[in-house]
């Protein structure tokens, strides 16, 4: 094992329940299963990038209660150091509550404990000894920016989600910012849509070049785009898979970009990370959707 990820993020543990349709406002649903699984975005990054090779170390804070035993538990399983997060007891652990029907989810996050994170968390992890430093938006963005602040060398990747807007102070740290579609349209102020073209959504992640350096858009099964410096677009299509859960496949790809750049795996890191994510689809959960390393190098040689 090689390279060094750190993920500064969110715990969260999702409540889902599975639904023949998503709800619409005002509708009750019956379901069909419900799970209590593993989940946060930083917990889903730090647990992909461990599986696929790399030594993780999170960053977060989770309750002093049974879920955040439990998260702290499945770092450990998944061999991520988990000495920088800290249990708090002034809030409860975060939580998603997620409906899942036919592949397509939908969420709403209690960030709870994820909000208490502070510039001390993981004071004790040399950051800039570090190759790759990993954040999302489910935990303050201030504390954020103070991180990536330190960072050093190490290639800063922020995934701006969910969707919300980001001070540039903040996207002038970030070495490569990781969007999907409703992402990119938050910060970018450009009207897009799952199907927009490429060359729209090209157009608005170079305007987002201004204040960090490169830009990956997720587009789902769709596949990913690459837009770094002058250099033309890099467009990869998706895999064909059959989709179980699409939860925590934006975060398996950013957790596989970040351990391809770490350990220096040999070719595109799009490429691995886009492959990853069509993987993740395939299975119930986030966390326990991340595949191995095995698996991706698989389904890229078929
Ligand atoms: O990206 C998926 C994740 O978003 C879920 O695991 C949920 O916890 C929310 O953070």
């Known amino acids: 094992m090689s390279g ?57 804070c989770v309750g002093r209660d049974a879920f955040g035993a439990r998260l702290l538990e499945v770092l450990r399983t998944d061999a991520v150091d988990a000495s920088g997060v800290r249990q708090t007891a002034d809030a409860p652990t975060g939580i998603a509550q997620i409906v899942v ?8 996050v209690v960030p709870g404990a994820n909000m208490k994170l502070t510039d001390d968390d993981g004071a004790s992890i ?37 969707a919300a807007s980001v001070p540039d102070s903040l996207l002038a740290l970030t070495d490569l910012l990781v969007v999907n579609e409703t992402e990119l349209a938050t ?5 897009l849509h799952d199907d927009s073209a ?22 789902g099964r769709r596949g990913a785009v690459l837009v770094d410096g002058d250099r033309p677009p890099h467009a990869i299509d998706g895999h064909a898979v059959t989709a179980i859960d699409s939860t925590g496949a934006g975060d398996c790809f950013v957790g ?14 799009l490429a691995f990370a886009n492959a990853a994510a069509a993987l993740a689809v395939t299975k119930r959960g986030a966390a326990p959707s991340m595949p191995r390393r095995a698996e991706v190098e698989a389904l890229m040689r078929a």
């Open 101 to 108: 029907s036919q592949g397509e989810n939908c969420i709403v």
């Open 256 to 269: 596989a970009y970040a351990a391809a750049l770490a350990t220096k795996r040999p070719g595109s890191p």
């Open 187 to 191: 910060l970018s102020g450009a009207t």
């Open 198 to 219: 490429l060359a729209d959504i090209v157009t608005a992640a170079r305007s987002l070049q201004r204040s960090c350096k490169a830009v990956i858009v997720t587009l």
């Open 4 to 60: 060094r990820v750190i993920v500064a993020g969110s715990l969260n543990m999702d409540l889902i329940a599975e639904a023949p349709s998503l709800p619409r406002a005002g509708e009750t649903v019956m379901g069909t299963a419900f799970h209590t699984l593993p989940g946060g975005k930083g917990l889903n990054q730090a647990v992909a990038a461990a599986r696929l090779g790399s030594a993780v170390s999170m960053i977060g």
């Open 126 to 162: 040399a950051i800039a000894s570090s190759d790759v430093v990993v954040a999302q938006l489910e935990t303050p963005m201030a504390v954020t920016e103070r991180l990536f602040a330190r960072a050093g060398d190490a290639t800063t990747i922020l995934n701006a989600a969910p």
